[in-house]
Protein backbone atom coordinates (compact mmCIF):
# COMPACT_ATOMS: atom_id res chain seq x y z
CA UNK A 1 0.00 0.00 0.00
CA UNK A 2 1.38 3.53 -1.01
CA UNK A 3 1.92 5.99 1.41
CA UNK A 4 -0.91 8.76 1.03
CA UNK A 5 1.74 11.50 1.20
CA UNK A 6 3.94 9.88 -1.88
CA UNK A 7 0.36 9.91 -3.44
CA UNK A 8 -0.10 13.74 -3.17
CA UNK A 9 3.58 14.56 -4.01
CA UNK A 10 3.47 12.22 -7.27
CA UNK A 11 0.08 14.39 -8.47
CA UNK A 12 2.25 17.43 -7.45
CA UNK A 13 4.64 16.61 -9.68
CA UNK A 14 2.40 16.18 -12.24
CA UNK A 15 1.73 12.03 -12.48
CA UNK A 16 -0.67 10.02 -12.31
CA UNK A 17 -1.73 9.16 -8.58
CA UNK A 18 -2.33 6.08 -9.59
CA UNK A 19 0.42 4.36 -11.71
CA UNK A 20 2.87 7.31 -11.34
CA UNK A 21 4.10 7.29 -14.94
CA UNK A 22 1.36 8.97 -16.76
CA UNK A 23 1.62 12.52 -17.32
CA UNK A 24 -1.54 14.77 -15.89
CA UNK A 25 -1.10 16.94 -18.34
CA UNK A 26 0.39 17.52 -22.13
CA UNK A 27 2.33 21.04 -22.23
CA UNK A 28 -0.34 23.42 -20.83
CA UNK A 29 -3.59 21.08 -21.67
CA UNK A 30 -4.41 18.88 -19.09
CA UNK A 31 -5.51 15.36 -19.99
CA UNK A 32 -8.80 13.81 -19.66
CA UNK A 33 -7.29 9.77 -18.54
CA UNK A 34 -4.11 8.61 -18.19
CA UNK A 35 -2.67 7.48 -21.13
CA UNK A 36 -0.81 4.49 -19.19
CA UNK A 37 -3.59 3.15 -16.73
CA UNK A 38 -6.55 4.66 -18.18
CA UNK A 39 -7.77 6.41 -14.98
CA UNK A 40 -9.71 9.58 -15.03
CA UNK A 41 -8.02 13.10 -13.97
CA UNK A 42 -11.05 15.27 -14.96
CA UNK A 43 -13.61 14.57 -12.45
CA UNK A 44 -16.62 17.52 -12.52
CA UNK A 45 -18.38 18.50 -9.78
CA UNK A 46 -15.68 16.97 -7.07
CA UNK A 47 -13.91 19.66 -6.01
CA UNK A 48 -10.68 19.96 -7.41
CA UNK A 49 -10.81 23.53 -8.83
CA UNK A 50 -11.55 24.78 -5.54
CA UNK A 51 -8.71 22.81 -4.15
CA UNK A 52 -6.69 24.23 -6.40
CA UNK A 53 -7.46 27.63 -6.30
CA UNK A 54 -6.97 27.59 -2.51
CA UNK A 55 -3.98 25.86 -2.34
CA UNK A 56 -2.47 28.57 -5.41
CA UNK A 57 -4.01 31.40 -2.95
CA UNK A 58 -2.43 30.06 0.07
CA UNK A 59 0.71 29.40 -0.89
CA UNK A 60 1.30 32.77 -2.83
CA UNK A 61 0.00 34.69 -0.22
CA UNK A 62 2.58 32.86 2.50
CA UNK A 63 5.18 33.90 0.47
CA UNK A 64 4.29 37.39 -0.64
CA UNK A 65 4.35 37.78 3.05
CA UNK A 66 7.79 36.46 3.79
CA UNK A 67 8.61 38.41 0.88
CA UNK A 68 7.47 41.52 2.26
CA UNK A 69 9.31 40.33 5.42
CA UNK A 70 12.54 40.43 3.64
CA UNK A 71 12.40 43.67 1.98
CA UNK A 72 11.24 45.47 4.72
CA UNK A 73 13.79 44.22 7.18
CA UNK A 74 17.40 44.13 4.80
CA UNK A 75 16.00 46.81 2.40
CA UNK A 76 13.81 49.72 4.17
CA UNK A 77 14.60 52.69 2.29
CA UNK A 78 12.60 50.74 -0.75
CA UNK A 79 8.98 52.65 -1.30
CA UNK A 80 5.73 51.00 -0.64
CA UNK A 81 4.86 51.67 -4.42
CA UNK A 82 8.08 49.80 -5.38
CA UNK A 83 7.16 47.08 -2.66
CA UNK A 84 3.22 46.95 -3.59
CA UNK A 85 4.56 46.05 -7.73
CA UNK A 86 7.52 43.92 -6.99
CA UNK A 87 5.05 41.51 -4.77
CA UNK A 88 2.39 41.75 -7.54
CA UNK A 89 4.61 40.62 -10.33
CA UNK A 90 6.21 38.16 -8.21
CA UNK A 91 2.52 37.12 -6.71
CA UNK A 92 1.28 36.88 -10.70
CA UNK A 93 4.21 34.80 -11.79
CA UNK A 94 4.02 32.42 -8.92
CA UNK A 95 0.05 31.97 -9.31
CA UNK A 96 1.05 30.70 -12.82
CA UNK A 97 3.91 28.72 -12.05
CA UNK A 98 2.31 26.37 -9.67
CA UNK A 99 -1.13 26.19 -11.03
CA UNK A 100 -1.00 22.48 -12.39
CA UNK A 101 0.96 21.73 -9.70
CA UNK A 102 -1.42 22.16 -7.14
CA UNK A 103 -4.11 20.88 -9.93
CA UNK A 104 -2.03 17.91 -9.90
CA UNK A 105 -1.95 17.50 -6.30
CA UNK A 106 -6.01 18.00 -5.95
CA UNK A 107 -6.35 15.46 -8.22
CA UNK A 108 -4.13 13.12 -6.26
CA UNK A 109 -6.18 14.60 -3.43
CA UNK A 110 -9.54 13.52 -5.23
CA UNK A 111 -8.39 10.29 -6.20
CA UNK A 112 -7.67 9.21 -2.55
CA UNK A 113 -10.69 10.53 -0.91
CA UNK A 114 -13.50 9.13 -3.20
CA UNK A 115 -11.14 6.27 -4.72
CA UNK A 116 -9.93 5.67 -8.82
CA UNK A 117 -12.79 6.08 -11.67
CA UNK A 118 -11.92 4.13 -15.18
CA UNK A 119 -14.12 3.93 -18.35
CA UNK A 120 -15.47 0.27 -16.99
CA UNK A 121 -16.54 0.92 -13.71
CA UNK A 122 -17.71 4.72 -14.08
ZN1 LIG B 1 -2.04 6.24 -14.60
Redesign the pocket.
Known amino acids: MRDKTKTLWTGFRLR ?1 P ?5 RIFSGLRMNKM ?1 Q ?4 YFERPAEGDFLVTIVMVYATTAVLIAGLVFLINMYLPHVSVAAQMIFCLVFGLALSLASHRHWKGFSIALIHLTFGLQCPDNS
Do not use: D, H, I, P
Open positions: CNCTSGCNCGV
